[in-house]
């Protein structure tokens, strides 16, 4: 499967909401076994909200190196190469580290408390 990201989000990759939209859309194939690219080119603003919902949650089923297999990402910027790295790594850390998962969720607790 080939997605053109500039035509089935946008330019602006930015809301939680896009990369639910976007989720949606390939985990069911990755989780079938299908190779699915990602065409970057045409995307101007691409964010890592927008990344964290769109393949952080893969990770509850994908390793990373199963997600190299099967996740490509074609025609990024310098820098959104190094925000889809980052991103990776840190979902993969989120999702697969228990102690990582406990610390990130109790701190976002505290601060949502503190908020009210």
Not at 50 to 67: D, E, K, M, S, T
């Amino acid at each position: 499967m080939n997605i053109k990201l500039s035509q089935f989000i946008g330019e602006r990759c930015i809301t939680a909401e896009q990369g639910q939209k976007l989720l949606d859309e390939i985990q069911p194939r990755l989780l079938a076994g299908e190779i699915v690219t990602i065409d970057l080119a045409g995307v101007k603003t691409l964010l890592s909200l927008f990344l964290n919902n769109a393949v952080g949650p893969l990770f509850r089923h994908f390793n990373l190196q199963q997600l190299y297999r099967l996740l490509k990402f074609e025609n990024p910027s310098d820098s959104q190469r190094l925000t889809l790295d980052l991103v990776l790594k840190n979902a993969e850390s989120y999702h697969r580290n228990p102690a990582i998962k406990k610390a990130v969720d109790d701190t976002l607790a505290k601060i949502l408390e503190e908020m009210e």
